[in-house]
């Protein structure tokens, strides 16, 4: 098993994030495109579970995960509202609360690296 590596996870996170953004962005830049079907990546947390984490000690009373390298899939999103007459499904409105979404969690995953770093810095300090 592979100890917890938080900057790992972190940068995962963050390419995870990138990949959304480029969805979304996609998703706004054909708005008028006919037959286009919004489309978005799964969750992070589907993507966590299908790396197949477990838990596992590395020394008594440490306890860690592993994870294997995971793809992030994009897929045509499931919409329940009434179609344009092109057939687009993309609302313009709801691809930029998405945007603002990816760009909280860009902020959230910056600050916990940042926060982690300073630990690390100061425990090496000593």
Avoid: C
Wanted: net charge neutral; glycine share 8%.
């Amino acid at each position: 098993m592979e100890p917890v590596n938080l900057f790992d996870l972190a940068t995962r996170q963050s390419q995870w994030l990138a990949v959304r953004q480029t969805a979304i962005a996609g998703n706004i830049a054909n708005v008028n495109t006919p037959g286009y079907l919004a489309r978005d990546v799964e969750p992070f947390e589907k993507v966590l579970d299908r790396t197949g984490m477990t838990l596992g000690s590395t020394q008594p009373g440490h306890m860690g995960f592993g994870a294997t390298e995971a793809s992030f899939r994009t897929q045509a999103q499931e919409y329940n509202g009434a179609l344009l007459p092109s057939k687009n499904t993309v609302v313009v409105e709801n691809e930029l609360m998405k945007a603002g979404e990816v760009r909280r969690a860009f902020e959230m995953n910056t600050a916990i690296v940042k926060a982690f770093h300073g630990m690390l810095l100061s425990v090496s300090k000593g």
